[in-house]
Nanobody, 128 residues
Framework: QVQLVESGGGLVQAGGSLRLSCAAS????????MGWFRQAPGKEREFVAA????????YYADSVKGRFTISRDNAKNTVSLQMNSLKPEDTAVYYC?????????????????????WGQGTQVTVSS
């Protein structure tokens, strides 16, 4: 059974930085895309960033482009999200997601349906 465990969330002032990490266990996820989504109170879950299995392509939501950087270590089965210049509107629960590696995915990396496994989430709070 695959488990994704996020870490690194917390409280930070606006303009500060946090680094989220997600460790996968149960199987190797090096063949699938990995991503981060977030959900703020009263809002739907939204895409933040994604990275392909080969690490050759990254995707970002417009709201985080230039501030966040996604990376992965296939040898360690981990994905990270470096968040800089944080804003109060970045406050949310952040979820790690991983795909099983379907060679013919029906959904883009922006879409939650692309992913087969999800973490429990880690809270990020940015104070103004």
């Amino acid at each position: 059974q695959v488990q994704l465990v996020e870490s690194g969330g917390g409280l930070v002032q606006a303009g500060g930085s946090l680094r989220l990490s997600c460790a996968a266990s149960g199987r190797t996820l090096s063949s699938g895309a990995m991503g981060w989504f977030r959900q703020a109170p009263g809002k739907e879950r939204e895409f933040v960033a994604a990275i392909t299995a080969s690490r050759s392509t990254t995707y970002y939501a417009d709201s985080v482009k230039g501030r966040f950087t996604i990376s992965r270590d296939n040898a360690k089965n981990t994905v990270s999200l470096q968040m800089n210049s944080l804003k109060p509107e970045d406050t949310a629960v952040y979820y790690c997601a991983a795909g099983a590696g379907n060679p013919y995915p029906l959904y883009s990396p922006f879409q939650s349906r692309r992913y087969d496994y999800w973490g429990q989430g880690t809270q990020v709070t940015v104070s103004s």
